[in-house]
């Protein structure tokens, strides 16, 4: 397994360009399932998880071909609805294809995604509106099998207990082909969302509301093929965003608006970042003291559980204590325990983890566990004094497209090892 060495002490100075948004690209992908003929989707980053995806949608019937950053989608109708334990396991968001499985084929048998790092993280919500449309649920062998006796589902009106985010968009999937409205209420707000339902309207779907808590989808006879480039990564975009905060950077992060940043931004604001808009992107400016600041994770337009190992690793420099509360999953502190053994002052209190700054970091030997906790280690390392090596990055592979190739040609350090365990 790769792991990644760097030396910490530069300032990050240039223009990085950011590539299409993960976890719009995963639902897309598999919005081709609802559809026969080409699709052609522009901007999809090279992401491990991608591969995955695209992997999995060969094993349903797809033809998925990845190259230089499209990949192309050909579905001729004889779908397969049945998601297998081997690449579902590879990689949680495979519960994706169910919504689209059960509106195409009126049945599906998706593996349980089963727990991953940061938590047990079920798919109750997922299932509770794919029964309310008339889908016929049985939990078996580690199966989720979902079958619709009517041959069609019907529209519903639908209310999750909390907003879910994959919830929201297997749920608009499930409801672009059913007979009838279907309305969903206490959504997920995030921008991906949004570009999920920009994409089936494309296709010939009547959505409203996406973006807000109440979506209404006025089911449709058929959908039709669509080409369309992928939105910017509003993650990868912060994570870059933080780093050039924490080595007092000065940073272009190009090809991204204030708009899907917006609790990002006013919590680097009030750490003490510089950022102005610029051109197609974010200019971003590091200073020294880094202030504390408290943070609280929420569903979006609140700040993003994907960003809060990052602002961790920039609240351990901050002149004074800082307390973040993880409110989205349940175990995703995991990054605390590295950081402190870079000398970080971090103690956990239930979901808050109390951060009492420190003069500097030390390089270390260092594991990553998830692929946001792994980005926040990558953070910390180029900052820290001396070398640090991140093991097992093939966690950030899934979400960074070869960060180090973005984050050398700005001043970093850092070199990507082969095979270390
Ligand atoms: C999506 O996960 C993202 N993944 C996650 O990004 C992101 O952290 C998360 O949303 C929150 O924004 C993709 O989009 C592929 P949720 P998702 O359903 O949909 C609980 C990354 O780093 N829940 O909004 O799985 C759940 O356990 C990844 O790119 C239920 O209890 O998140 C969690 O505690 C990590 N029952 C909370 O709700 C359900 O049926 C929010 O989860 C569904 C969710």
Redesign the pocket.
């Known amino acids: 397994m790769d792991s990644l060495e760097i030396i910490g002490g530069n300032r990050l100075v240039g223009t990085v360009p950011i590539s299409g948004a993960?976890?719009a690209a995963?639902p897309i992908m598999t919005a081709a399932l609802l559809a026969d003929g080409e699709h052609v989707f522009r901007n999809v980053p090279d992401l491990r998880d991608v591969h995955t995806m695209t992997r999995l949608l060969g094993r349903l019937g797809v033809q998925a071909v990845y190259r230089d950053g499209e990949v192309q989608m050909t579905s001729f109708g004889d779908i397969q609805p049945t998601a297998p334990y081997d690449l579902v396991k590879q990689m949680?968001?495979s519960v994706l294809v169910l919504g689209p499985l059960v509106a195409r084929c009126g049945r599906a048998m998706v593996s349980l995604p089963g727990g991953c790092a940061?938590?047990?993280?079920?798919?109750?919500?997922?299932l509770k509106g794919l029964s309310a449309m008339g889908g016929r649920v049985e939990l078996r062998h580690g199966y989720v099998e979902v079958t619709v006796p009517r041959g069609r589902l019907r529209g519903a009106d639908i209310t999750f207990d909390?907003?879910?985010?994959?919830?929201t968009e297997n749920l608009m999937c499930a409801a672009v082909l059913a007979q009838g409205r279907t309305t969903l209420v206490n959504c997920?707000r995030?921008p991906?969302v949004e570009e999920l339902a920009r994409v089936l309207n494309k296709m010939g779907a009547r959505i409203e509301g996406a973006g807000t808590s109440v979506i209404s989808i006025e089911g449709v006879e058929s959908l039709h093929p669509v080409d369309h480039a992928i939105m910017p990564d509003r993650?990868e975009a912060g994570t870059f965003m933080v780093a050039s905060a924490a080595t007092e950077g000065d940073m272009l992060v190009d090809g991204i608006g204030f708009e899907p940043l917006e609790a990002v931004i006013a919590k680097l604001r009030e750490a003490g970042a510089g950022i102005e808009r610029e051109g197609g992107g974010i200019r971003v400016v590091g200073s020294r003291p880094i202030r504390p600041t408290d943070v609280i994770t929420q569903p979006h337009p609140g700040f993003?559980?994907?960003m809060q190992a990052q602002l961790m690793m920039l609240m351990c420099l901050a002149k004074g204590t800082s307390r973040i509360t993880e409110t989205?999953?349940?175990n995703r502190f995991m990054h605390v325990s590295e950081l402190n053994r870079m000398g970080a002052d971090i103690e956990i209190n239930g979901r808050t983890a109390v951060v009492r700054g420190v003069d500097k970091l030390e390089g270390a030997e260092v594991m990553a566990t998830d692929?946001?906790a792994s980005a926040s280690l990558v953070l910390a390392g180029l900052v820290a004094e001396g070398t640090t090596h991140v093991r097992r990055v093939y966690h950030l592979d899934r979400?960074y497209e070869q960060i180090e190739k973005k984050l050398a040609p700005l001043g970093a350090r850092i070199k990507r090892v082969a095979g270390n365990a």
């Open positions: 993960k976890n995963l949680r968001a940061i938590g047990a993280r079920p798919i109750d919500q997922h909390f907003p879910t985010h994959t919830g997920a995030e991906e993650i993003p559980t994907d989205v999953f349940e692929l946001r979400g």
